[in-house]
Each structure stands twice: as C-alpha cells, then as structure tokens.
T-cell receptor, first 112, second 114 residues
C-alpha cells in the first residue's frame, strides 16, 4: 500500500459527459501528479501541483483540468469526454519536487 | 519527441539468471533517474533511483547503472525471480526546474520463467 488513495476505482460514463477523479496523497507529501495510461502505452504526464499551486504541465487537454485543495487532496476534472479518453488515470505524490513518486491504484475510466 | 525510450517492449529470462533492462534518454538536462515496477491492476511502485553524479546504485538484487556520455541507463536484477515478472518503467527528471515531474518510458514487460 503506497498510502495514496484514488476514487473511484472504476468509472463508466458516456461520451460528452464530465467526471471528477479524486486523489489523496500520502501523509506529508506536498506534490501531486496526474498521469494517463492508455491501453498498452506508457505513462503520460498530465499535470503536477505542489502545495496547492500548479507546478508543471504536460500533455493535458484543454478539456481536462485539475486542482489541489488546501488539505492537499487533488481532483482531476475531465469534460466533454470522448471514446479516446478511456484509460487508466494515476495519481502520484512525493515529498517535494524531484523525489521518487508514490502512485495510487488508479482509476479506470471507460467512455462508451 | 520521446525523451525517454525503452526500446525493448518485452524480455524473458530464466529464474536465477540476470535480467537487464535498458533505457535511453535524449535530454541532457535530466539529472535524476528512477525505475518503477508495475503489476497488473496496480499503480507503479518505486524501485530504485540514481543521481547523475553517480554511475551505479545498488539495492539488494537491483542495481542501476548510468552512462551519462551515452545517455543510457540499465537496471540489473540478479538473481531474477518469478515474482519480478512485471512491467518496468524507466523515468527521468530535471531537478533544476524545481518541478520534479518525471518523464516515463513506455515500459518493458519482464517475464521470469521458473
């Protein structure tokens, strides 16, 4: 158990809909990262927050947004969903920046 | 442009033998490298890391080697065990940006046969 929790574990929704994925980092970790893993592909970095502020952005679509709250949990919002958004979404946390990351179990999103 | 590449999608070795997983990178600003292991239906777990000021780091059966001039790193697992069968991701970060985000390779699936 990495100490990072993600909810929900599975999510099935229709195209055009909007969903919110939630992540609670390990106790004491200030950085939260979001990744997307599509079928048989690597981990694509989406976005990073550090202590409530956006720190780095990757290949995140404009339809996607995220935030980190004062209690350090984070939410990833995906809107106007398309079939191609079906993927595993991982959240990870680290103590600071540049450190090893601890991953949650992921949320499997299926868009039908 | 993929900055971190794992050119072997899969690797199969016999139990007890050495497993060598390779990773190449292109960004010379990367100064911290990590390996993660991932089992199906689980998130990746941190395995071992190495700073660019070192060329080797060892942790039990796992050793990571870094060749900065070749922009290449490798993970050695000796001896390999069936429980090591997983997807291994190489990752690299540029700590000078103070962001800490890591760039991941596509992974290598290791199968250790009993």
């Amino acid at each position: 158990d990495s100490g990072v929790t993600q909810t929900p574990k599975h999510l099935i929704t229709a195209t055009g809909q909007r969903v919110t994925l939630r992540c609670s980092p390990r106790s004491g970790d200030l950085s939260v990262y979001w990744y997307q893993q599509s079928l048989d592909q690597g981990l694509q970095f989406l976005i990073q927050y550090y202590n409530g502020e956006e720190r780095a952005k990757g290949n995140i679509l404009e339809r996607f947004s995220a935030q980190q709250f004062p209690d350090l949990h984070s939410e990833l919002n995906l809107s106007s969903l398309e079939l191609g958004d079906s993927a595993l979404y991982f959240c990870a946390s680290s103590v600071g920046t540049g450190a090893e990351q601890y991953f949650g179990p992921g949320t499997r999103l299926t868009v039908t | 442009d993929q900055q971190v590449k794992q050119n072997s999608p899969s690797l199969s070795v016999q139990e007890g033998r050495i497993s060598i997983l390779n990773c190449d990178y292109t960004n010379s600003m990367f100064d911290y490298f990590l390996w993660y292991k991932k089992y199906p239906a689980e998130g990746p777990t941190f395995l071992i890391s190495i700073s660019s000021i070192k060329d080797k780091n060892e942790d039990g059966r796992f050793t990571v080697f870094l060749n900065k001039s070749a922009k290449h790193l490798s993970l050695h697992i000796v001896p390999s065990q069936p429980g090591d069968s997983a997807v291994y991701f190489c990752a690299a970060s540029d700590r000078s940006t103070n962001a800490g985000k890591s760039t991941f390779g596509d992974g290598t699936t290791l199968t250790v046969k009993p």
